[in-house]
C-alpha cells in the first residue's frame, strides 16, 4: 500500500509570508497528486489536481509542484482566509484497489 | 450545481448497525463513482469506500472490510453505508464524495456518526 507523509503538521506564519508543505509518497505515483483544503466544521474543497493543476477559482498564490514521491504545495502570500488544514491525497489506479490516500494533515495558522 | 446530502448519522451502541444515506442532485447520478470518507474528532481524513458508476465494483478499506456494505440506487439518485457491526473507533464525521476521474471533486457537508454505551 502506498503511504503518504505529510510536513509540518502544523505551521504558524504571518500575513504575506511564503508557506510550503510538503508530501511524500512511499512509492512512485508519478504526478497523481492533489491537495484539498479543510476549513473547520466544513468539508474539504479540492485546490489542486493532478500535482498542478489548480482548480476554478481557487486564487494563483496557491501552487503545487511535484512528480514521482516528492510534492510540495506552496502559498505565495499568506492571507487570513487561507487559515485551514491541508490535506494530500493519492488516489490509486487498478488493478490496485483505487482507495484514496491521505497524507495527515497540515495545519494552517496566522502568528 | 452539484449537492451531495448525507443524512441517518446519530448515536448508537457498539456492535449495532446504522445505515447512512446521500443523496445527489444537478448532475447526472449515474455517470459517477462515489465514495465515503471519514474524518473521527479532531482527527485526519480517512477513505472508508468505494463504488463504480453502475454498482457493478466496491472496494473497502482495511478498517471497515466485512463491516461495512457500500450501495446505490440509481433511480433514486442515492448513495448508502451499511454499518454492521459498529465500533467506537468508527465514531466519526462520514463525507459522501463524488468520483471525477482520479480526482474527488464535490464533497457533502457529513452526517456524524457516534458510537458510544
Known amino acids: 500500500d502506498i503511504q503518504m507523509t505529510q510536513s509540518p503538521s502544523s505551521l504558524s506564519a504571518s500575513v504575506g509570508d511564503r508557506v510550503t508543505i510538503t508530501c511524500q509518497a512511499s512509492?512512485?505515483?508519478?504526478?497523481?497528486l492533489n491537495w484539498y483544503q479543510q476549513k473547520p466544521g466544513k468539508a474539504p474543497k479540492l485546490l489542486i489536481s493532478?500535482?498542478?493543476n489548480r482548480e476554478t477559482g481557487v486564487p494563483s498564490r496557491f501552487s503545487g509542484i511535484g512528480s514521482g514521491t516528492y510534492f510540495t504545495l506552496t502559498i505565495s502570500s499568506l492571507q487570513p482566509e487561507d487559515i485551514a488544514t491541508y490535506y494530500c491525497?493519492?488516489?490509486?489506479?487498478?488493478?490496485?484497489?483505487?482507495?484514496?490516500?491521505f497524507g495527515g494533515g497540515t495545519k494552517v495558522e496566522i502568528k | 450545481q452539484v449537492q451531495l446530502v448525507e443524512s441517518g448519522g446519530g448515536v448508537v451502541q457498539p456492535g449495532t448497525s446504522l445505515r447512512l444515506s446521500c443523496t445527489a442532485s444537478?448532475?447526472?447520478?449515474?455517470?459517477?463513482?462515489l465514495h465515503w470518507v471519514r474524518q473521527a474528532p479532531g482527527k485526519g481524513l480517512e477513505w472508508v469506500a468505494l463504488?463504480?458508476?453502475?454498482?457493478?465494483?466496491?472496494f473497502y478499506g482495511d478498517s471497515v472490510k466485512g463491516r461495512f456494505t457500500i450501495s446505490r440506487d440509481n433511480s433514486r439518485d442515492t448513495l448508502y453505508l451499511q454499518m454492521d457491526s459498529l465500533r467506537a473507533e468508527d465514531t466519526a464525521m462520514y463525507f459522501c464524495?463524488?468520483?471525477?476521474?482520479?480526482?474527488?471533486?464535490?464533497w457533502g457537508q457529513g452526517t456524524l456518526v457516534t458510537v458510544s454505551s
Open positions: 463504488i463504480w458508476y453502475d454498482g457493478s465494483k466496491k
Open positions: 493532478d500535482t498542478w
Open positions: 464524495a463524488r468520483l471525477l476521474g482520479n480526482i474527488v471533486d464535490y
Open positions: 444537478g448532475y447526472t447520478f449515474s455517470r459517477h463513482g
Open positions: 491525497q493519492h488516489y490509486g489506479r487498478l488493478p490496485a484497489i483505487p482507495a484514496l490516500t
Open positions: 512509492h512512485d505515483i508519478s504526478n497523481d
